[in-house]
Protein backbone atom coordinates (compact mmCIF):
# COMPACT_ATOMS: atom_id res chain seq x y z
CA UNK A 1 0.00 0.00 0.00
CA UNK A 2 1.22 3.82 -1.38
CA UNK A 3 1.93 5.89 1.76
CA UNK A 4 -0.08 9.14 1.62
CA UNK A 5 2.58 11.12 2.42
CA UNK A 6 4.15 10.31 -0.42
CA UNK A 7 1.48 11.30 -2.57
CA UNK A 8 1.31 14.44 -3.95
CA UNK A 9 -2.56 15.89 -3.89
CA UNK A 10 -4.10 17.05 -7.03
CA UNK A 11 -4.75 20.24 -5.80
CA UNK A 12 -1.20 20.75 -5.21
CA UNK A 13 -0.30 20.12 -8.43
CA UNK A 14 -3.33 22.14 -9.83
CA UNK A 15 -2.41 25.13 -7.42
CA UNK A 16 1.06 25.40 -8.48
CA UNK A 17 -0.37 25.31 -12.16
CA UNK A 18 -2.19 28.35 -11.71
CA UNK A 19 0.73 30.38 -9.74
CA UNK A 20 2.67 29.58 -13.04
CA UNK A 21 -0.21 30.44 -15.24
CA UNK A 22 -0.79 33.85 -13.57
CA UNK A 23 3.37 34.49 -13.52
CA UNK A 24 2.80 33.76 -17.38
CA UNK A 25 0.47 37.10 -17.50
CA UNK A 26 1.97 39.26 -15.28
CA UNK A 27 5.69 38.81 -16.95
CA UNK A 28 3.67 39.48 -20.58
CA UNK A 29 1.69 42.82 -18.99
CA UNK A 30 3.86 44.21 -16.18
CA UNK A 31 7.34 42.78 -16.31
CA UNK A 32 9.34 41.02 -13.30
CA UNK A 33 10.39 44.22 -11.46
CA UNK A 34 6.39 45.40 -11.10
CA UNK A 35 5.11 41.65 -10.65
CA UNK A 36 4.36 40.84 -6.81
CA UNK A 37 3.20 37.85 -4.61
CA UNK A 38 0.06 39.94 -3.75
CA UNK A 39 -0.57 39.99 -7.40
CA UNK A 40 0.21 36.58 -8.59
CA UNK A 41 -2.13 35.44 -5.90
CA UNK A 42 -4.93 37.97 -7.22
CA UNK A 43 -4.60 37.07 -10.81
CA UNK A 44 -4.32 32.85 -9.85
CA UNK A 45 -7.59 33.69 -7.64
CA UNK A 46 -5.71 32.25 -4.67
CA UNK A 47 -4.44 33.62 -1.69
CA UNK A 48 -0.97 34.64 -0.51
CA UNK A 49 0.19 32.63 1.86
CA UNK A 50 -0.88 29.46 -0.69
CA UNK A 51 1.42 31.30 -3.09
CA UNK A 52 4.07 31.16 -0.60
CA UNK A 53 3.03 27.54 0.17
CA UNK A 54 4.58 26.46 -3.64
CA UNK A 55 7.40 28.71 -3.75
CA UNK A 56 9.41 30.97 -1.66
CA UNK A 57 9.58 34.54 -3.43
CA UNK A 58 8.86 36.22 -6.79
CA UNK A 59 12.47 35.15 -7.95
CA UNK A 60 11.35 30.90 -7.18
CA UNK A 61 8.44 31.69 -8.92
CA UNK A 62 9.53 33.13 -12.41
CA UNK A 63 12.74 30.66 -12.66
CA UNK A 64 10.23 28.03 -12.09
CA UNK A 65 8.24 29.39 -14.75
CA UNK A 66 11.35 29.29 -17.48
CA UNK A 67 11.80 25.68 -16.06
CA UNK A 68 7.86 24.44 -16.61
CA UNK A 69 8.26 26.24 -20.46
CA UNK A 70 11.73 24.04 -20.76
CA UNK A 71 10.53 20.66 -19.39
CA UNK A 72 7.64 21.20 -21.85
CA UNK A 73 9.65 21.54 -24.76
CA UNK A 74 12.10 19.06 -23.97
CA UNK A 75 9.00 16.51 -23.51
CA UNK A 76 7.76 17.22 -27.31
CA UNK A 77 11.23 17.06 -28.44
CA UNK A 78 11.14 13.49 -27.29
CA UNK A 79 7.94 12.84 -28.57
CA UNK A 80 8.98 13.84 -32.02
CA UNK A 81 12.11 12.26 -31.94
CA UNK A 82 10.16 8.49 -30.83
CA UNK A 83 7.74 9.24 -33.80
CA UNK A 84 8.25 7.16 -37.56
CA UNK A 85 9.38 8.61 -40.29
CA UNK A 86 13.21 10.00 -41.46
CA UNK A 87 15.73 11.19 -39.25
CA UNK A 88 16.54 13.93 -41.53
CA UNK A 89 12.36 14.59 -41.15
CA UNK A 90 12.29 14.20 -37.58
CA UNK A 91 15.20 16.31 -36.73
CA UNK A 92 14.08 18.97 -38.94
CA UNK A 93 11.09 19.55 -36.83
CA UNK A 94 13.18 18.82 -33.79
CA UNK A 95 15.24 21.92 -34.55
CA UNK A 96 12.45 24.07 -36.16
CA UNK A 97 10.06 23.35 -32.87
CA UNK A 98 13.18 24.96 -30.35
CA UNK A 99 12.70 27.84 -32.07
CA UNK A 100 9.21 28.32 -32.63
CA UNK A 101 7.81 27.16 -29.32
CA UNK A 102 10.06 29.18 -27.10
CA UNK A 103 8.74 32.35 -29.91
CA UNK A 104 4.89 30.88 -29.20
CA UNK A 105 5.81 30.86 -25.08
CA UNK A 106 7.18 34.83 -25.41
CA UNK A 107 4.66 35.55 -27.99
CA UNK A 108 2.76 39.66 -26.77
CA UNK A 109 5.58 40.21 -24.32
CA UNK A 110 6.78 44.14 -24.60
CA UNK A 111 10.24 43.31 -24.10
CA UNK A 112 12.80 40.65 -25.10
CA UNK A 113 12.62 37.72 -22.02
CA UNK A 114 16.25 38.88 -20.86
CA UNK A 115 15.13 42.40 -20.61
CA UNK A 116 12.15 41.25 -18.89
CA UNK A 117 14.17 39.07 -16.09
CA UNK A 118 17.10 41.17 -15.71
CA UNK A 119 17.13 40.88 -12.74
CA UNK A 120 17.23 36.97 -12.68
CA UNK A 121 20.62 36.82 -15.38
CA UNK A 122 22.87 34.77 -12.81
CA UNK A 123 20.49 32.08 -12.43
CA UNK A 124 19.19 32.59 -15.53
CA UNK A 125 22.80 31.70 -17.24
CA UNK A 126 23.19 28.36 -14.64
CA UNK A 127 19.66 27.24 -15.67
CA UNK A 128 20.44 27.70 -19.47
CA UNK A 129 23.34 25.60 -19.26
CA UNK A 130 21.47 22.87 -17.68
CA UNK A 131 18.82 23.20 -20.59
CA UNK A 132 21.01 23.41 -23.65
CA UNK A 133 23.00 20.32 -22.01
CA UNK A 134 19.83 18.12 -21.78
CA UNK A 135 18.40 19.05 -25.32
CA UNK A 136 21.88 18.40 -26.88
CA UNK A 137 21.50 14.62 -25.41
CA UNK A 138 18.46 14.21 -27.03
CA UNK A 139 19.48 16.04 -30.51
CA UNK A 140 22.17 13.28 -30.11
CA UNK A 141 20.41 10.94 -30.41
CA UNK A 142 18.16 11.41 -33.39
CA UNK A 143 22.18 12.13 -35.13
CA UNK A 144 22.80 9.15 -34.21
CA UNK A 145 20.12 6.93 -35.03
CA UNK A 146 20.65 9.08 -38.53
CA UNK A 147 23.99 7.80 -38.54
CA UNK A 148 23.51 4.14 -38.16
CA UNK A 149 20.74 3.94 -40.40
CA UNK A 150 23.01 5.87 -43.21
CA UNK A 151 21.21 8.76 -44.06
CA UNK A 152 23.63 10.98 -41.64
CA UNK A 153 27.52 11.48 -41.73
CA UNK A 154 29.61 12.58 -38.53
CA UNK A 155 32.62 12.20 -36.43
CA UNK A 156 31.28 13.18 -32.55
CA UNK A 157 27.13 13.50 -32.93
CA UNK A 158 26.84 15.31 -29.77
CA UNK A 159 29.50 18.07 -30.24
CA UNK A 160 27.43 18.58 -33.90
CA UNK A 161 24.23 18.62 -32.15
CA UNK A 162 25.66 21.56 -29.69
CA UNK A 163 26.98 23.18 -32.79
CA UNK A 164 23.32 22.84 -33.98
CA UNK A 165 21.98 24.40 -30.81
CA UNK A 166 24.11 27.21 -30.88
CA UNK A 167 23.29 28.08 -33.95
CA UNK A 168 19.62 28.01 -33.75
CA UNK A 169 20.16 30.07 -30.61
CA UNK A 170 20.36 32.87 -32.59
CA UNK A 171 17.23 32.73 -33.47
CA UNK A 172 16.06 32.11 -29.70
CA UNK A 173 13.44 35.44 -27.58
CA UNK A 174 16.29 35.79 -25.29
CA UNK A 175 18.67 36.54 -27.97
CA UNK A 176 16.46 39.11 -29.68
CA UNK A 177 13.82 41.80 -29.05
CA UNK A 178 9.92 41.73 -30.26
CA UNK A 179 10.84 43.73 -33.19
CA UNK A 180 13.50 41.57 -34.16
CA UNK A 181 11.21 38.66 -33.42
CA UNK A 182 9.55 39.49 -36.26
CA UNK A 183 6.02 37.82 -36.89
CA UNK A 184 5.95 34.85 -36.81
CA UNK A 185 5.97 33.60 -40.40
CA UNK A 186 8.97 35.35 -40.56
CA UNK A 187 10.66 34.15 -38.36
CA UNK A 188 9.29 30.50 -39.04
CA UNK A 189 10.91 31.15 -42.82
CA UNK A 190 14.22 32.11 -41.27
CA UNK A 191 14.04 29.30 -39.52
CA UNK A 192 13.59 26.51 -41.94
CA UNK A 193 16.42 28.07 -44.05
CA UNK A 194 19.07 27.40 -41.02
CA UNK A 195 17.59 24.01 -39.88
CA UNK A 196 17.70 23.21 -44.41
CA UNK A 197 21.59 24.19 -43.81
CA UNK A 198 22.73 22.86 -40.77
CA UNK A 199 20.77 19.10 -41.95
CA UNK A 200 22.57 19.42 -44.98
CA UNK A 201 26.16 20.08 -43.70
CA UNK A 202 25.48 16.43 -41.90
CA UNK A 203 23.58 14.70 -44.97
CA UNK A 204 25.06 11.87 -46.96
Known amino acids: MVSKMLVKPKDSLDNRELILDAAAELLREVGYKRMTIDE ?36 H ?59 ARIFGEILIEGRTVGEFRMEDPFRVAEAFLDATNSLLPHSLSPTQLGERSQLLERTSVLTDLLIQSVEI
Open 40 to 75: LAKQAGLGKGTVYLYFDSKQDVALSYIDRQNVRLEV
Open 77 to 135: LKEVLRRKGTAKERLREMLIQRVMYRFQCVQGHKQGIDDLLVGLRPQLFERRLKYLADE
